[in-house]
């Protein structure tokens, strides 16, 4: 192996001119957002490796997003002029580690250690951004490859047909392709030395294989979404660049009146193979932004929130289950209770939940969160009945004053009174 390539792990924590990752994105590495199975991350993470057969491809775990410079941008052609390299673009700890930009940084380990000729990553990833509704500093990515060797074909046909062959085995999707490439051409080149029919059997295994993954996803969206399109998913592939494959890729899908730019992925450069000690091997790789993806499924409106730690979004998803997101304040809200004696000889059967909510739906609109009977009794001798309620105000759009809750709590003790003739205590 390269001297360089694993730069000592230990010297990940020096610092140095070069260090500029702040406490709070040091923090953010700490969660592992993934390594809980009903965050929606990972129910999108687990369908998604669910397209894929188990036994040809090896799911790679690389719970540590700090990796060396050589991993995340020399092992694949990113050479020290590209600007992601830069310091305004990455978190460096010092100047031979940095937070993973990508989850490429982990292909050619990959490339080189499964049994299998196919491996999936999900991990969190990491760039200097702003932050608004779609962008965040932290975020995760999906990553796959597959290889084949020409070990035991006799010709380039052979090769050939054995890509071939398991092109044949992927289920074919029911989306519609507006817009296709060519297989290559100047503007994305094959690569030197590679048959064009290898690179085209490739191509076809790749194009097939990601068209079968959200054919399903969107399929299956559909089925649990009455209003979704009846018509087949459309789909366009659009040609791209990437230091560490040629001809490159990226997949647009049309969703809800907007392309949704999905998948980067193409034939994988063989100097990649050539650091994975594996010369000969051919094959492709993607990588797949997770939170779009996500925010489209789950209709999550907000990229901050995939790392709330709000119960209310926290538990509201279900381990392989694609749900819809149902929105919450994100302004405080204030409790005020409601306690009041019924008329004589009415028992608590009378007054109906609903009559409240009545009430405060009145006064109160869109500003109440919940309303919920918290006590119930009746007194010893006088055998009155007593209950209370608590009300929760919050609005969905800023923080409530608590006059103007007075006011609304004022016109519901009102309305209870005249209404319903109850004692308020
Ligand atoms: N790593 C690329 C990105 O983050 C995506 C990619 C992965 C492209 C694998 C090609 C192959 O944009």
Redesign the pocket.
Known sequence: LPRHQEANKENRSNTDEWTNITSTIERLTDRKLLSNPAHPLSILTDIIFSKFPEQEYTRANFPNPRVSVYENFESLNITSDHVSRSKTDTYYLNKDHVLR????AH?VESFRDHPTPGFLIAADVYRRDEIDKTHYPAFH?M?GGRWWSPQGTSSVKELVAKINQDTAKIPVSEIKIIDDTLPFHDGNPKQHGQHQEVCIAITNHLKRTLEMVVGDIFENIALGDPSAPKEPLQIRWIDAT?P??SP?WEMEVYWQGDWLELF???VTQQRVFDRAGYPERVGW???LGLERLAMVLFGIPDIRLFWSEDPRFVEQFTPGVVSAFKPFSKYPGTYRDFAFWLKEGTIPEEFHDNDLMDIVREAAVDLVESVKLIDKFTHPHTKRNSLCYRVLFQSMERTLQNDEINVLQDSIRDSLKTKFGVELR
């Open positions: 930009t990508h989850t490429s292909q990515q990553e990437f560490f494959t490159s980067g992925c193409g790789a993607f990588g």
